[in-house]
C-alpha cells in the first residue's frame, strides 16, 4: 500500500532561485518532444513511448491546460502540465528524465507554474504527489502543506 498526499497553498508565490541553466519553454515548441520527454520521465520503455506518446499528444488540447518544458543546455530534461479552474491553479503530471534529476528542473517548473496560476487570477494551487517521494519533498520546499492523503491500494503485490 502507498499514500498520495493532496498538497495546496495560497497565491500568489514567493520566487524560489533556481538553478542556472535551466530554461522553461511554455509551450513547448513540439508537444510530441514535451510528451516524450513526460512520459520518459514517468519510467516508459521505448517499446511503451511508440504506442503511449501518440496517446499523451493531446493533452495539450484540453481546456485550461499549459503545457511546460524545462530544458537543460538546451536539451529536453522535464516537463509539467498546469490546469487552472474556478480560480485554482492545479500542478499536474511532471516527471524528469533521469539523468536530469537533481539539477532543480523540478523546482524552476513548480516556481513558474504557481507564478502562471497567479497571474491567471488564481488564489489557490493545488498539486498530487506520492507521499514521501522527491515530489512531496520539492513542494513543501515550495510551500505547499498537505490537505489530505490517500491510500493506494494495490492488489496481488
Not at 14 to 31: A, K, N, Y
Not at 82 to 97: C, E, K, P, Q
Not at 104 to 109: E, P
Not at 131 to 155: C, D, I, M, Q
Request: aromatic share 8%.
Amino acid at each position: 500500500m502507498d499514500f498520495l498526499g493532496v498538497f495546496e497553498r495560497e497565491l500568489p508565490a514567493t520566487p524560489s532561485p533556481h538553478s542556472p541553466g535551466i530554461e522553461i519553454l511554455m509551450p513547448p515548441p513540439d508537444t510530441e518532444e514535451f510528451s516524450t520527454v513526460m512520459l520518459t520521465g514517468h519510467g516508459l520503455s521505448e517499446d511503451q513511448l511508440t504506442k503511449a506518446v501518440p496517446l499523451h499528444v493531446p493533452m495539450a488540447a484540453v481546456e485550461g491546460a499549459t503545457l511546460y518544458l524545462a530544458t537543460v543546455g538546451g536539451r529536453p530534461a522535464a516537463a509539467a502540465a498546469l490546469f487552472v479552474d474556478h480560480g485554482i491553479g492545479h500542478l499536474a503530471n511532471a516527471s524528469t528524465i533521469p539523468g536530469y534529476r537533481g539539477r532543480g528542473c523540478q523546482t524552476a517548473l513548480i516556481e513558474r507554474r504557481l507564478r502562471d496560476a497567479a497571474a491567471a487570477g488564481c488564489s489557490r494551487a493545488s498539486v498530487v504527489a506520492m507521499w514521501g517521494s522527491e515530489s512531496h519533498r520539492n513542494l513543501v520546499r515550495a510551500g505547499f502543506r498537505t490537505a489530505y492523503t490517500k491510500a493506494v491500494w494495490r492488489f496481488g503485490e
